[in-house]
């Protein structure tokens, strides 16, 4: 453009300079000078022009490839974004195969409880006297060999006593079931029993010895145990109980017997780790942590357990129909072995009404060595059951014999000082000067004795002295009496 004003310029100046030399020929000349100009003017506006759109085209054009490169990068980082969304989105749903997804509990607490599991095996527990805070109870097995399924002889006794005494009941039941069938067979015995009384912790299948090739479960697989659990399981829930699954940790988590998948994705785990267990609570929500528990009211050892849980208030029994179920019989304990002996103590033992050394209240009188009662039986608790004064009693099996002549050991005597000799007490190592004669009393007397010698090659240890010239000494390990001035003491 700054081209064209130039030359339009110039051409005016020549137009000028024409005009002022060439006036009478000027019109024609001004005539031409302007279609020249217009013709000028034409071309570059109209034929130069284009030529600049044609550039603001090209640029436009840049800018845009510069707009799609940049919404492309945009839409590449979009599509990252979006793939990782996706990648951890698929992670996610992974993940949450493994967040249990429980049954709640009713009135359930995030408190930490003690309590104990127990069965026919503790015998006849007192109840008013234990002191925890849950209690699962064994409702029953079925047969290792044969299949029948055996409610457990003290199981309604015990939670009858139990939840009298304010402690908070759970169940469990020692299944060998081979067939879904027969599991939920067995969730149906468990909860037509239980449904009388108040339940407000869970209800365990507990699954052992399957490895044993006398178990009727020996060669089922990892898939068909656990299919087996899960339907004993769901029917405790179907029947409005809590589930829970018990394992010992190593079957559990070391040695993969069970799919921990299909389990624990629903259902609570009680584990079995005798000792220390880290963090026991980010792998379980019930831990059995000992088997050889001390409770007050129980006459055996005791399984002990912490729970991650509790609960506000009891439960309500699911059923209005119950009965008062009695102490059951030493017999139908199933522990109990008959026999019709004669046994005597081994020196003297109490006699109790009840299998209970927690306190004294229970001692109906002593079985002194020498007096011959005869026994009834005995128990694998470590109990016997005795005809006592004409009445039945207990007393520890440990402390009876068969051996009805056996003589309790006579105590050796222990020698009393008939001597007025006093002594302050005192402790050094001493040696003798040369030779000095060791007394059985301190006296020089005839009544005094010679026993041994101490040489100025050995030492004893003096333990007192008397201000009548006397000391006492401890020489081979015995007790001796001699003069102190026969003695120093060893620096």
Request: proline content about 1%.
């Amino acid at each position: 453009m700054n081209k064209y004003k130039d030359w339009f310029s110039h051409n005016i100046k020549s137009l000028k300079q024409f005009v002022s030399n060439h006036k009478k020929k000027s019109i024609l000349f001004i005539s031409i000078f302007l279609l020249i100009s217009c013709a000028g003017y034409y071309f570059l506006f109209y034929e130069q022009t284009p030529s600049l759109d044609q550039e603001e085209t090209e640029l436009k054009e840049e800018i845009e490839d510069l707009d799609i490169e940049e919404s492309n990068e945009e839409t590449e980082e979009e599509i990252e974004e979006e793939v990782e969304e996706d990648i951890e989105t698929e992670e996610d749903e992974k993940l949450s195969v493994f967040v249990p997804s429980y049954k709640s509990i009713s009135n359930q607490t995030n408190n930490t409880t003690t309590g104990i599991d127990v069965s026919y095996y503790q015998g006849i527990i007192d109840w008013d006297l234990v002191d925890v805070d849950f209690a699962m109870i064994k409702i029953g097995s079925r047969g290792i060999s044969s299949g029948t399924i055996q409610e457990d002889s003290c199981a309604q006794y015990n939670l009858q006593e139990a939840t009298a005494n304010g402690i908070y009941c759970g169940a469990y039941f020692f299944s060998t079931a081979i067939t879904v069938a027969e599991a939920i067979e067995e969730a149906n015995f468990v909860c037509d029993i239980i449904d009388s009384y108040s339940i407000s912790y869970p209800v365990v299948y507990n699954c052992e010895n399957f490895d044993s090739t006398s178990s009727r479960q020996y060669g089922l697989t990892v898939e068909e145990r656990s299919e087996i659990a899960v339907a004993f399981l769901e029917q405790v829930e179907s029947r409005g109980y809590v589930g829970m699954f018990y394992a010992s940790s190593s079957h559990y988590f070391v040695e993969d017997l069970w799919d921990k998948d299909m389990i624990s994705s629903s259902y609570r785990l009680w584990i079995a780790k005798y000792g220390t267990f880290s963090d026991a609570s980010d792998y379980c929500n019930m831990w059995q942590y000992s088997d050889s528990g001390t409770i007050t009211g129980i006459s055996t050892s005791v399984d002990l357990n912490y729970a991650y849980f509790g609960v506000s208030k009891a439960a309500t029994p699911k059923s209005s129909s119950s009965t008062v179920v009695d102490i059951p019989s030493d017999e139908s304990l199933g522990s109990f072995t008959t026999t019709n002996d004669s046994v005597t103590a081994k020196d003297v033992v109490n006699v109790r009404s009840s299998m209970d050394q927690s306190d004294s209240s229970n001692i109906i009188g002593e079985l002194n060595n020498g007096t011959v009662v005869t026994r009834l039986g005995y128990f694998t608790s470590g109990w016997s059951k005795i005809s006592f004064n004409g009445e039945v009693g207990y007393v520890v099996s440990s402390l009876i014999t068969t051996e009805t002549s056996y003589v309790t050991p006579q105590e050796e005597e222990e020698e009393v000082e008939t001597f007025t000799t006093v002594f302050s007490d005192v402790n050094e190592t001493v040696t003798a000067k040369d030779v000095i004669n060791l007394r059985d009393i301190p006296s020089v007397e005839d009544s005094s004795t010679v026993i041994t010698q101490l040489t100025s090659d050995d030492t004893a240890t003096r333990t007192g002295v008397s201000s009548e010239g006397w000391s006492r000494v401890v020489y081979q390990g015995e007790t001796y009496y001699c003069i102190s001035s026969y003695l120093e003491v060893v620096e």
